[in-house]
């Protein structure tokens, strides 16, 4: 079983839609979640940050963790074309100096 | 403002002859990685700097190598390009003992002719 599984995709919605990203991971140990988008041919770009159970909300995005079930989200509310990009789920191993452990990424297309 | 910024953009190089890639950061994070990210998948981590403490992954081939001058600089040494090896490399920071989120600079697209 991979650490953190995410799938591919690709994932396609109308502007203006909800779009739930997934990952799930496999350490309970794991502590520090992240949510990265990476345009194409361009580096990943960090979006959302968090080490607890519960949401974070940040404008259009939320992330939301459930550390029972080993289940991160980001949401996407009102979809627009400019958030087309492939999407990465990132844990952080806290105790492997800080080593990044990734999910395949979701690529997303968002269609005007 | 960019934090991480990688030389060149994009580098085209021949077969077997040596190539480094630069990475500089203005954050003064103690933590550099280098990733090494194929079309379509996940960024593999190649080695990392704790400080001055290398910090190879097991299955990095030998051809691949790195430098760490100062804090800010860092470098990533292709000994013998492949074409296997013709990928988007990026250079990433972290602050260990503080928040820990990466910061990416944009990537070095490598072409193996």
């Known amino acids: 079983q991979k650490e953190v599984e995410q799938d591919p995709g690709p994932l396609s919605v109308p502007e203006g839609a909800i779009v739930s990203l997934n990952c799930t991971y496999s350490?309970?140990?794991?502590?520090?979640f992240m949510w990265y988008r990476q345009y194409s041919r361009k580096g990943p770009e960090l979006l959302m940050y968090?080490?607890s159970s519960g949401n974070k909300e940040d404008g259009r995005f939320t992330a939301q963790v459930d550390k029972s079930s080993k289940y991160i989200s980001l949401f996407i509310r009102d979809s627009q074309p400019s958030d087309s990009a492939t999407y990465l789920c990132?844990?952080?191993?806290?105790?492997?100096?800080?080593?990044?452990?990734w999910g395949l990424g979701t690529s997303l297309a968002v269609n005007p | 403002d960019a934090m991480v910024i990688q030389n060149p953009r994009y580098q085209v190089t021949q077969f077997g002859k040596p190539v480094t890639l630069s990475c500089s950061q203005t954050?003064?994070?103690?933590?550099m990685y280098w990733y090494q990210q194929k079309s379509s998948q996940a960024p593999k981590l190649l080695f990392h700097?704790?400080?001055?403490?290398?910090?190879n992954e097991a299955d990095t081939p030998d051809n691949f190598q790195s430098r760490r001058p100062n804090t800010s600089f860092c470098f990533l040494d292709i000994r013998s390009p492949g074409l296997g090896d013709a990928a988007m490399y990026l250079c990433?920071?972290?602050?260990?003992?503080?928040?820990?989120?990466?910061?990416f600079g944009q990537g070095t697209r490598l072409t193996v002719v």
């Open positions: 350490n309970s140990a794991f502590q520090y």
């Open positions: 954050l003064n994070h103690n933590v």
């Open positions: 990433a920071t972290t602050l260990a003992g503080g928040g820990t989120e990466a910061f």
């Open positions: 990132a844990i952080v191993n806290a105790g492997n100096n800080r080593k990044l452990i």
């Open positions: 968090t080490y």
């Open positions: 700097y704790y400080d001055k403490d290398f910090n």
